[in-house]
């Protein structure tokens, strides 16, 4: 046995025995500890911001995309924005001792369904410094223990991080291994985490589809899947054009780097003669359209969309439109090349907006609203540990109730069966 697999059997004991003591605090003691990472995210904010200074510059010496750069960077509204997540965490009921259920038999028994702790996660995730943070806050307030793998572009960030994360969560009294950081980079690391079913109760990956492919396949651990956003907004011929513009640009350009930004525009043909004016604002700040050949024929600079375009998730500043034979063409497109995470339409249709919702099975469905909403603060979980686009035990944003499962308790005065 070599260091790197004695390393993470230890991480995988201790986060098991962390994880039975978890399940003895209290939501006080647990929210102290996210009080106490406020005010250390606070203090450390200089020693954050150096340490991500320096995973950035030895990304750009990587010559990493700009996508992946965006996602990289930490600035001090990137740490407000840690410690707002924080603050809804802490305002978040406690998922755990929930009575789910309750009813009795005609024998006596009495039944209870009750919320409990998943037990260890193992959440793997490229460069994206914010899920160190995220991920230990949903993972403690859920009750559970955790060890992460962040990427190695994000190694010196996510470890000055976790000392924070540690300290605060040590000063509350919560178990000393409920966040634990593998501390090596090596893919050998990964290659073991995922085989410790002993240890470890599910895996999270969070990344590019290369990683969850990979995750998916070498794991003998259940794993919550967040596969790539490849996701759409189509405009119906009852659209409102004035909400289509603002929620078509928003939809790609607020962050084009995210999982919920949209990568595909899809147009009902009966308004074809609307496209331009849909995609201006796009065009003004330079955003590269590929389109269908009615598209590219609008305008000079618009590329002609390869049959890859439809299922690639551009994570930048380019989107590919296509005009489609009402909602039924959209419903078609949507259902051949989605990655099942999000999607949008315009329309001030209800009955067109019902087909769209039945005939889509996707993770996330929005009406006049942006791609980008596909978001577990924007749903009030406070934060997220990644978006599933699985179906079995937890779909969409995974907040703190999607980090338990349950037990049965049956009571009763004797009785036996016959």
């Avoid at 500890?33 to 200074?53: C, G, P, T, V, Y």
């Avoid at 000063?171 to 634990?180: D, T």
Wanted: hydrophobic share 35%; charged share 25%.
């Amino acid at each position: 046995m070599n260091n790197i697999e004695k390393e993470i059997i230890s991480l995988g004991i201790n986060a098991k025995k962390a994880s039975l003591e978890m399940r003895l605090c209290k939501t006080n003691e647990k929210n102290q500890a996210l009080n106490n990472l406020i005010k250390n995210l606070n203090l450390n904010r200089e020693h954050i911001l150096n340490a991500n200074l320096i995973d950035l510059e030895n990304g750009r010496k990587k010559l990493l995309s700009n996508p992946i750069i965006n996602r990289l960077t930490l600035k001090n509204d990137s740490i407000d924005n840690l410690i707002k997540s924080i603050e809804d965490i802490i305002l978040i009921p406690d998922p755990i001792g929930v009575l789910l259920e309750e009813w009795e038999r005609p024998n006596g028994l009495k039944f209870n369904k009750i919320s409990t702790p998943l037990g260890v996660l193992g959440v793997i995730y490229e460069s994206r410094p914010n899920v160190t943070v995220d991920a230990s806050c949903l993972s403690i307030k859920s009750g559970n223990s955790i060890i992460l793998r962040g990427g190695s572009d994000s190694f010196f960030t996510s470890k000055e991080l976790v000392n924070n994360i540690t300290k605060s969560f040590e000063e509350a009294g919560l178990p000393k291994f409920c966040v634990q950081m593998i501390n090596t980079p090596e893919r050998e690391a990964v290659d073991k985490l995922l085989q410790m079913n002993d240890y470890v109760d599910v895996i999270i990956p969070r990344g590019g589809k290369g990683l969850i492919e990979k995750v998916n396949k070498a794991s003998k651990i259940p794993v919550i899947k967040h596969l790539d956003g490849i996701c759409h907004v189509y405009v119906d011929k009852e659209a409102d054009l004035e909400i289509a513009k603002k929620i078509v640009y928003n939809s790609k350009m607020r962050r084009p780097e995210i999982c919920g930004a949209a990568e595909t525009i899809l147009i009902d043909e009966k308004i074809k003669d609307k496209s331009l004016e849909i995609l201006n604002p796009l065009k003004k700040i330079n955003c590269e359209i590929r389109g269908d050949e009615y598209i590219k024929s609008l305008d000079k600079n618009f590329k002609t969309a390869k049959i890859e375009d439809w299922s690639l998730e551009y994570l930048d500043k380019i989107i590919s439109v296509k005009i489609v034979s009402g909602v039924e063409g959209a419903i078609n497109h949507i259902n051949k090349f989605s990655s099942g995470h999000t999607e949008a339409i315009i329309t001030n249709n209800d009955e067109t907006f019902q087909k769209f919702y039945n005939m889509i099975d996707s993770a996330i469905i929005l009406k006049n609203a942006s791609t980008q909403f596909a978001d577990g603060g924007e749903f009030g979980f406070g934060a997220e540990i990644g978006i599933s686009t699985d179906k079995i035990h937890v779909r969409g944003p995974v907040g703190t109730k999607h980090l338990t499962t349950f037990k049965y308790v049956v009571r009763g005065n004797g009785q036996e069966r016959p």
